[in-house]
């Protein structure tokens, strides 16, 4: 049966739910899920299973599943499993013969501590009678639709909407004490534990069209099918912000960093580019993401960019356009429009440049003439106000002027975020705003933060829907090389194989011919033209420079002759029984901005993109980033400005703005060759060295492994 067989609204939605280990004893895992299914209000038939039988909470045990499934017949959507090990399986699998369609497996005791194999055949069987798996290892779920609160949490979740899915048990049943304190309500939270079957993905379909949702909150811990993941993250980050805290960097992908690229591609680093790329808003903490959800659940997207900061105190106002630049929010400067509209409400020493001061002197009224002014202009899309405690300032007034203003805000649908700070009074203030969700914050970088994140929310969802772009490679010729540097046993391709990648892919490098001679050597240089690189020909020769096998910079007839002559002589000397084919002739590549694109297949995204600053440097420096492909020429766009070093790009110092085209071409076609070709697992083109507008770039130096042993590389 298809993983799809059944729809996974009746996940969420069930209309009947049987629980297998349905105990009489009120300290259980079992009795707990009971007791919230019941006290949560469920609706459909509840069927508690126990061999013992009897009643608990009220509810009549049924001592089978198959009597289960005789009272539901084929509504028997859901089956709670909360067993110990040492019969789960045999409980799972008994669900799935009896046709029930999902089933929580709160049980512990498979993947997580190495218990592999129970897992994999647990779920092959019940995924081969069409029954979907979530978890082992979980906690439960709840789902504000079906008023289900199927796990063993504290209970009386209350609903709302944000939507919760976790890899995390611990933090997931903690977050649920948090939610209650923090007033965010919840429209479903799933557990997700070892993801034998269900994963966020999967998830995230449903999640994306329910109603009740408007948030989407992810603890991830590792991804599956990161592919897929990709794929359902940039269609949900559409329709709604989707915020995702992850922990840990993935020692999986350091050990599968071989090569340059991969030592570079920390997979923690990959996984940010990547969420970056899906419009995910990455939190760096829990209360950061708690922030963004309860905000983003409930605020009105701008309508446009232009924000102004309205303050009483200079310093803190300062602080908030620094944040502003962090999060990349857009500080209004129409000086004059800011007069008109800030002129009546600011006193004469204060000012009407963004951030708005209202001094140290400013009243509740000032404070709310000057929210109205802006909330009445239609050029000012949102506000960030901020209030330090003064003695002018009628403490008392603070929560009443703040919670009026949000109001105000709220019905006319323009974004504001409130940031106080001062004694007692002022922290009494912030607790019953942010209980009453007034998105209002002690600190003005969470402020900011919250902002920030409507923004990029909003500036995602409205972005024109992303056009894969692949570029017309020689697929085959790459292949071919492939193919024949396997049949001579090889993981990794050799100097004049890698050329010829480059070549198929339409990547220009630097003119090259490989001389059998002297008389060859002086030839193929006058052809080529001056300045010259000599480098010997040797597969038994692997660092060229340290035996003396390179010579750069070479001007004329006279010094290919001594060079060919020095680099015989050291190269017999230092390796006698090296083979050498000959000398290789090249064009000496004018120097450029030298750039790094690396391609190569991720474990958890598959074929990713780093593109940075390259050369000798880019341990060192470290300014590279990252993408999943495929993407479109926008999504490179914005790849390279990541970098800090993109200016260089721009032209700096009166220099000219190199060839930026031909090095998103070069992007795009190395992306599409680790694409097609899956016989390659790494390719790093370092230098590409970038030139003057219209005089395009050049790949320097290429690398590439293959696919079966990521142990080799190519020295060109
Ligand atoms: N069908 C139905 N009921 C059965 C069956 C069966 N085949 N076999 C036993 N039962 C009954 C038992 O009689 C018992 O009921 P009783 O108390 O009325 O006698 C009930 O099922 C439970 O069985 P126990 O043997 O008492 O199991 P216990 O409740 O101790 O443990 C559990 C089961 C909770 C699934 C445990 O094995 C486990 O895995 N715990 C860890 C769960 C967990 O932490 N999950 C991750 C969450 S995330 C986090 O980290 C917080």
Redesign the pocket.
Known sequence: MPRDAHDIKYLFEPRSVAI??????AE????KILENLVNGGYEGRILP????GGE?LGQQVLT??EEAAAKAGDELDLVV?????K??T??VKQAADVGAKFNLV????YSEVGNIEEERELTSYALERGMRII?????GMFSASAKLDAN?GPGGISAGNVAIITQ???L??AMIGKTAVENMGISAMV?V?NKADIEEADLLEYLMHHDLTKVILMYVEGVGDGDRLVDVLEEATRLKPVVVIKSGRSKRGAVAAASHTGSLAGSDEVFDAIMRQCGVLRAESVQEAFNLCKFLSSASLPKGENVVIITNGGGIGVLATDACEKYNVNLYDDNETLRDIFDDVTPGFGSTKNPIDLTGGATSPDFTGALNAALEHDEIDAVISLYCETAVFDADNLSVMIESASAKYQEQGKPVVFSIFGGATTEDALDRLTKQGVPVFGDVYETVACLGGLYRHWRNAAAPPKRIVEESIDVDAIKGIVTGARADGRSFLLAKEGRDVLAAAGIRMPETRVAKSMDEAVRYAEEIGYPIVMKVVSRDILHKSDVGGIALDLENREEIIDAWQAIMSNCRARVPDARIKGIQVSEMAPHGVELIIGARRDPAFGPTIMFGMGGIYVEVLKDVTFRAVPFSRAEAIEMMKEIRAYPLLLGVRGEERKDIETVLDTIIRLGTVIQRCEGISDIEVNPLMAYEQGKGAKAVDIRVMLSENPGGHTHA
């Open positions: 297998v280990g349905a105990s009489h004893n259980k895992i079992g009795y299973i126990n061999p013992k608990v089978s599943l499993t909360a067993v110990p090990a019969f789960a045999d409980a709160i049980t512990s005791g978890g082992p290892n979980i906690f063993f995390s048990g611990a997931g049943l557990s534990g």
